[in-house]
C-alpha cells in the first residue's frame, strides 16, 4: 500500500462542503485511491474510490490531481452524521488494506 | 454496496475462556476475508487474512495459536480468541469484498 499523509484533524460547518485532503506522492501506477471512513462504535464504511479520473456518487466527490500524488474527498453539504475519521489508502484492488491514523472531521452546528 | 455481517455484535466473557466471532458475507461468495482489532482511541490494526480452504495468514506480532482463524465456506470465516486475558479486550472487526472490501459492523469483547 502506498503511504498516505493526512491532517490529523479537521472542523467544517454544517451545510457546508468538507474538503479532506490526502498526500500519497508515492502511489504507484496501479494503486487506487480508497476513501473509507469510520463513525463512532462502527466497522468502517466504504466511501469511494478512484485511479486517475474524479469520482463522484451519491455520498462523496473524490478529485485526483493529474500527478496522483494527492487527492481530495468532498462531502458536498456536511451534516452532523459526516462526523467520523475519514482514512485515505492507496492500494491494489486485491490488496489487504492497512490504516493510517486518519482525519478526525468535526461538524460544527 | 456489498453486506458483511458479525454476530455476536457484542460480547463479555470470563478470562481464561474462549470466544469465536463469525463473519459472513451476505450477497457475495469471498475467499479472502480480513481480520481487524482495534484499541480505544486507535486506528484500525490488520491482524490477519482468512483464506478460504487454507491456512490464514498472520501479521507480524500476531499469535496464530492465540487467535484461531476458519474459513470454512465461501460465505463464512471465524475468529477464535482463545484463552482470552483482559487485554484481548477490544473492537474486531472483519472485511470481505472483491475489488472493494466492506467492513462488518464489528465485535466489541470484554474479557472480565
Known amino acids: 500500500d502506498a503511504k498516505t499523509t493526512q491532517p490529523t484533524s479537521m472542523d467544517c460547518a454544517e451545510g457546508r462542503a468538507a474538503n479532506l485532503p490526502c498526500n500519497h506522492s508515492?502511489?504507484?501506477?496501479?494503486?487506487?485511491v480508497y476513501w473509507y471512513r469510520q463513525i463512532h462504535s462502527q466497522g468502517p464504511q466504504y466511501i469511494i474510490h478512484g485511479l486517475k479520473n474524479n469520482e463522484t456518487n451519491e455520498m462523496a466527490s473524490l478529485i485526483i490531481t493529474e500527478d496522483r500524488k494527492s487527492s481530495t474527498l468532498i462531502l458536498p453539504h456536511a451534516t452532523l452524521r459526516d462526523t467520523a475519521v475519514y482514512y485515505c489508502?492507496?492500494?491494489?484492488?486485491?490488496?489487504?488494506?492497512?490504516f493510517g491514523k486518519g482525519t478526525r472531521l468535526h461538524i460544527l452546528p | 454496496g456489498a453486506v458483511v455481517s458479525q454476530h455476536p455484535s457484542w460480547v463479555i466473557c470470563k478470562s481464561g475462556t474462549s470466544v469465536k466471532i463469525e463473519c459472513r458475507s451476505l450477497?457475495?461468495?469471498?475467499?479472502?476475508m480480513f481480520w481487524y482489532r482495534q484499541f480505544p482511541k486507535q486506528s484500525l490494526m490488520l491482524m490477519a487474512t482468512?483464506?478460504?480452504?487454507?491456512?490464514?495468514?498472520?501479521e507480524q506480532g500476531v499469535e496464530k495459536d492465540k487467535f484461531l482463524i476458519n474459513h470454512a465456506s465461501l460465505t463464512l470465516s471465524t475468529l477464535t480468541v482463545t484463552s482470552a486475558h483482559p487485554e484481548d479486550s477490544s473492537f474486531y472487526i472483519c472485511?470481505?469484498?472483491?475489488?472493494?472490501?466492506?467492513f462488518g459492523p464489528g465485535t466489541r469483547l470484554l474479557v472480565l
Open positions: 472485511s470481505a469484498g472483491e475489488e472493494t472490501q466492506y
Open positions: 482468512s483464506n478460504e480452504g487454507s491456512k490464514a495468514t498472520y
Open positions: 450477497d457475495f461468495q469471498a475467499t479472502t
Open positions: 508515492t502511489i504507484s501506477g496501479n494503486e487506487y
Open positions: 489508502i492507496g492500494r491494489n484492488r486485491d490488496d489487504k488494506i492497512i
